[in-house]
């Protein structure tokens, strides 16, 4: 026996847990900290390369807090035409827009594999 964490609690929100939680910076304007539960690099990359193609974000980043915490912290600061909450969720919702054209166009794709072909 170990005392290594199980598994699923990489991926499995413990009950009453937000997936996501904010935390303006009182220090400098316009910026703050999103907390993503049960997330990794891939999450965090994919978001902060999001936040990169808004012309009004002035710096994202993200880091990994420990190994064993299963978490990421986004960090954002944006000039004062936007705010850090508008520009994640502009980001979270092209995101969302890009993978189910991803998708849709897969999924099409494999349709038309099934096709019988002529030769």
Do not use: C
């Amino acid at each position: 026996m170990t005392n290594a964490p199980q598994r699923y609690e990489r991926f499995v929100l413990p009950e009453g847990t937000k997936k996501v939680s904010y935390e303006r910076d009182t220090k400098i304007i316009n910026a703050a900290s999103f907390v993503i539960e049960r997330e990794d690099h891939t999450v965090g990359n994919v978001v902060r390369m999001q936040l990169h193609r808004d012309a009004n974000v002035l710096f994202a980043g993200y880091k990994l807090p420990h190994p064993l915490q299963y978490k990421i912290i986004v960090r954002i600061h944006t000039t004062s035409q936007s705010s850090p909450m508008q520009a994640y969720n502009q980001a979270i919702n092209d995101l969302d827009k890009e993978l189910n054209h991803l998708k849709t166009a897969f999924e099409a794709q494999v349709e038309m594999m099934k096709q019988p072909r002529d030769y």
